[in-house]
Structure formats: structure tokens, C-alpha cells
């Protein structure tokens, strides 16, 4: 396989600053939980569907702009797009995001606006980003309601999010994936797509990166999905919490060969 691309700088201090804006919103989001509806979690059924958070509008509206402030000013190619997003009604923009919050979010984001010229990506990417310190906070405090016998799907038992990342635990090898939206980690198969299911082994491939041992990416020839994953025997001081901008490669290389991720989309 081809040698590992080496970032722009620019892409670096992008990523860079919106890691600092989500630590700056770190254990300080603030939010209440409603269990009128209270069911038993597990099974299929992702905490946050049992145990409902509640963010306070000022602090999601808040990481929504600072969001969409540093791609205007990191992208200038898409400032109009970004002051189309922010000329959109504050209300129906936190209800968008409430939607996102709960794993439903509208096929169509065209009701923000009455410009049909909104870019989803951009849209998507700035409220995914908007939605990961509150998801990060949300995790922590139900993390002891979590029960690992009772999950086997590859969605987030927390957060239903999908995964960004797996590793290979260093002792057994076992497979964890860990969520793109709330840093959850769960146990699961290790020779199964976590797109589609997938388990026969001869349509799953791995494309090996020369450069840098230990990473990988698990891709499946039946969905053209991939996933990062991190070999902690061959790299065991690999920082979890700084994955996304630390194997921003790899979803270059796996794009560059037609694969792609369900994390990436709202």
C-alpha cells in the first residue's frame, strides 16, 4: 500500500483548534435528564433513549457558532455557506440539533432555511462537532448504567452513535469499537463489518499502512464501508482521546480507495 500522507498544516491547526473548543466546553455543558419514559437499556437500545439528556439551549447554540465560526474562518471557500447556516432560524437550528442528540435526525436539513443553497456537509459537520463535548459529558455521567453483556450491536450502546475508531486490545487482540460522537468504548466481533454485518471473511480486507505500524483500516467489500484500527501491541502508547486528528490519513488512504464511513454522516 501507498506511504502515509503527511497533513497540511493548515488541516492540523484546523483540527487542532476544534479540539480546543471542544475541551474548553468539557465537564461544563450542563444538562438534566428525563426518565419519564424509563425502559430497560441494553438489547438494542441505546442509553440515551431510556435516559434522556436535556442541554441547556445557551450552551448548544454557543458550540454551534464557534463551531461554524472556525470553518468560515479555516475555509474561506465556504464562508457564504456558513453564514447561510447561521442566517438560519435560531429555534429550528436547536431543534435540528436536538434531533441529532437523540439519533433521529430529518433527511432533509432544507426546513432550516428558506435558502435551498444550505451545504449538508458543512451543516452535518459543524453540529456533529457542536454535539460531541454535550454527548462526552452525557457518557460519563450514565457510564455505570451501561451493561456489557447485554450489547452485541455496532452502533454506541450510550449514544447510538456510530463508531470512528476501533483497537486491538494489546493482551487478547479483542476488537473495541469506540464511538465517533461520545468516546464510548464497547467489545465487539472482531471479524464483522460494523457497517453492515458482514461476516464472511473472504469480502473483508485490510489495507495496511508501511509507514506506520500498528494502524490499519478494516474495510468490507460488500458495503465499501472501512474502519479505523489501532494495533495497541504494536503501538502502545497511541493516544485515544487525539485519534481524529491522528489518523486523519487514514481516512485520506481509505477514501482514496473507495471506502467510506457512516461516522462521517449525521
Known amino acids: 500500500m501507498q506511504n502515509i500522507i503527511h497533513l497540511p498544516r ?5 483540527y487542532t483548534e476544534l479540539t480546543e473548543i471542544q475541551k474548553d466546553f468539557a465537564g461544563s455543558c450542563g444538562f438534566s435528564i428525563d426518565e419519564s419514559g424509563e425502559k430497560d437499556a441494553g438489547n438494542g437500545i441505546p442509553l440515551i433513549q431510556v435516559y434522556k439528556p436535556v442541554f441547556r439551549r445557551e450552551t448548544v447554540m454557543a458550540l454551534f457558532k464557534q463551531n461554524a465560526l472556525l470553518v468560515s474562518d479555516h475555509q ?15 429555534d429550528l437550528i436547536f431543534q435540528f440539533i436536538e ?3 437523540s439519533g433521529n435526525p430529518p433527511e432533509s436539513k432544507a426546513a432550516l432555511s ?8 458543512i451543516l452535518n459537520f459543524i453540529v456533529r462537532n457542536a454535539v460531541k463535548p454535550l454527548l462526552k459529558e452525557y457518557a460519563l455521567h450514565v457510564a455505570g448504567k451501561f451493561k456489557p453483556d447485554k450489547w452485541s450491536e455496532s452502533c454506541c450502546p450510550v449514544c447510538g452513535g456510530r463508531p470512528g475508531i476501533a483497537r486491538l486490545e494489546r493482551e487478547n487482540g479483542q476488537r473495541y469499537l469506540r464511538c465517533s460522537m461520545c468516546d464510548t468504548e464497547w467489545l465487539y466481533k472482531r471479524m464483522s463489518c460494523c457497517s453492515c454485518g458482514n461476516e464472511d471473511h473472504e469480502s473483508l480486507g485490510i489495507l495496511i499502512v508501511e509507514e506506520s505500524p500498528g494502524c490499519k483500516i478494516d474495510v ?22 487525539t485519534y481524529e486528528l491522528n489518523t486523519v490519513f487514514l481516512d485520506i488512504l481509505a477514501r482514496q480507495h473507495g471506502y467510506g464511513n457512516e461516522s462521517l454522516v449525521c
Open 99 to 101: 434531533t441529532v442528540i
Open 220 to 241: 468490507c467489500e460488500r458495503c465499501r464501508c472501512y474502519i479505523k484500527v489501532i494495533d495497541q501491541k504494536e503501538m502502545p502508547g497511541f493516544d485515544m482521546e
Open 114 to 121: 428558506d435558502d435551498a443553497h444550505i451545504n449538508d456537509d
Open 76 to 90: 474561506p471557500g465556504f464562508k457564504k455557506e456558513v453564514e447561510t447556516i447561521l442566517q438560519s432560524s435560531p
Open 10 to 14: 493548515e488541516l492540523v491547526d484546523f
